[in-house]
């Protein structure tokens, strides 16, 4: 089954989360941020289900605060909110964005991604510090290395399904 639509994926994070290596890694199964990103990086990718693959295309844009600027946000058919294990969590700054995503006519669904944990012997954020998020935005969580190419490509096939499952149930 082909979707004929694009989904727009918007990666949110504070510089240097690795939004960038996290897009190289799924477009161009690299992780090389450096790869100058102008204009627009797209990706098909291929998802098993129930017996069958499904056809997915995501377009990716790449956000470097939380502000919530609701322009840069309309049309993305999901979010997902890059953080690093090697910082801090900063949960008003999180807290405020959940509620902006709230007052949103479209409410992309979120998703939270806690990217290097290649790096997990410096972590300072982990799981269970991201679970109260998870549970107020309603968001999976995914603890992913942009380096280790297995933990980007299970989320993101993992948010293709869900985005598709979540637009069947609005349909029905
Ligand atoms: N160890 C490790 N380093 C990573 C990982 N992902 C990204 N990095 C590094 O973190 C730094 C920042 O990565 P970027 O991908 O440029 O981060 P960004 O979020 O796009 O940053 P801005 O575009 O400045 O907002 C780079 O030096 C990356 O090589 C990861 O999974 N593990
Ligand atoms: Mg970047």
Redesign the pocket.
């Known amino acids: 089954m082909t979707s004929r639509r694009i989904w727009k994926l918007s990666l949110i994070?504070t510089?240097?989360?690795?939004?960038?290596?996290i897009i190289s890694r799924i477009v161009f199964d690299t992780?090389a941020?450096g790869t100058t990103m102008r204009g627009l990086l797209t990706k098909k990718i291929k998802v098993p289900y129930n017996g069958s693959t499904l056809d997915f295309e995501f377009i990716f844009q790449?956000i470097?605060s939380m502000d919530g600027d609701a322009k840069l946000i309309a049309g993305s058919s999901g979010i997902i909110l890059?953080f690093d294990v090697t910082q801090s969590l900063n949960i008003s700054e999180v807290n405020r964005f959940a509620k902006f995503v709230r007052g949103l006519e479209k409410k992309p669904p979120i998703f939270i991604a806690a990217?290097?944990i290649?790096?997990k012997y410096e972590a300072i954020t982990w799981q269970e510090d991201l679970e109260p998020l998870s549970k107020t935005m309603d968001a999976s969580i995914y603890m992913i290395?942009?380096?280790m190419s297995d933990t980007i490509s299970n989320m993101i096939k993992d948010i293709a399904i869900k985005l598709m499952e979540k637009k069947n149930e609005k349909r029905n």
């Open positions: 994070g510089p240097g989360t690795g939004k960038s290596s992780d941020s790449e470097d890059v990217n290097k290649d790096r290395s942009s380096r």
